[in-house]
């Protein structure tokens, strides 16, 4: 099986900026501040993982009215600072597409996006769309950078790794783990009271769980 190399963790927090400051102070780094989605409504900040990954925090933004709720990604729904989405990167974004409505009819609508970073970056990709619920969804969105000049972690200096990442599901177990095999996904998911994903990162200060 070839394993999927993950693009980024989404970790939704209700307010970025108490984020930042409480990553610089556990990890001993500056998340650099990637931008806001105006047609979602959310604003964020990335740490680069290493190897082409980060984690995003990502929050409401709040200055953005014309975009209502229920937005994406589950961010309307949490009430503290947590893992909610995971995307992986993919080469053959239809054939992904199609294994991912087998198991949710829902997901898997191919949309395009872009977005200018601080330092006048153009970035542009191609993904399946992560819906606004549940809470938290353990099948991944997929990413495609083929269009883009640019990843969002080449410009960032590494800091940080991704030691682990966890898989917990209360229900349709089975059908999710299949989900994971058909799209060469090599984790494990654990049965728990509650649906949830965690992560392990090294920084420069220490280990940090999310």
């Not at 680069?48 to 709720?69: F, K, M, R, T």
């Not at 909610?84 to 409505?101: C, E, F, G, P």
Request: glycine share 6%; net charge negative; charged share 25%.
């Amino acid at each position: 099986m070839t394993v999927r190399k993950i693009d980024h963790i989404v970790y939704c927090v209700p307010n970025l900026e108490e984020a930042i400051i409480h990553f610089n102070d556990k990890l001993g780094v500056n998340a650099t501040i990637g931008g806001k989605h105006s047609l979602k409504g959310t604003k964020n900040a990335l740490i680069h993982l290493g190897e082409q990954c980060y984690l995003e925090l990502l929050a409401i933004d709040d200055h953005n009215h014309s975009v209502s709720p229920p937005r994406w990604m589950g961010i309307d729904l949490v009430k503290k600072p947590q893992i909610t989405r995971w995307a992986i990167q993919s080469d053959h974004l239809i054939d992904d597409q199609k294994i991912v409505q087998t198991y949710n009819p829902l997901m898997g609508i191919i949309e395009e996006g872009q977005r200018r970073t601080p330092d006048n970056i153009l970035l542009k990709w191609q993904m399946t769309l992560p819906l606004a619920e549940p809470e938290v969804e353990l099948i991944p969105f997929l990413l495609n950078w083929e269009n883009s000049a640019h990843h969002p972690t080449d410009k960032m200096e590494v800091k940080c790794s991704l030691q682990f990442i966890k898989f917990y599901g209360k229900e349709n177990l089975e059908n999710t783990k299949r989900c994971f095999q058909d799209l060469s996904i090599d984790y494990k998911i654990h049965y728990s009271k509650e649906t949830k994903i965690t992560a392990t990162i090294e920084g420069p200060k220490g280990i940090v769980q999310i």
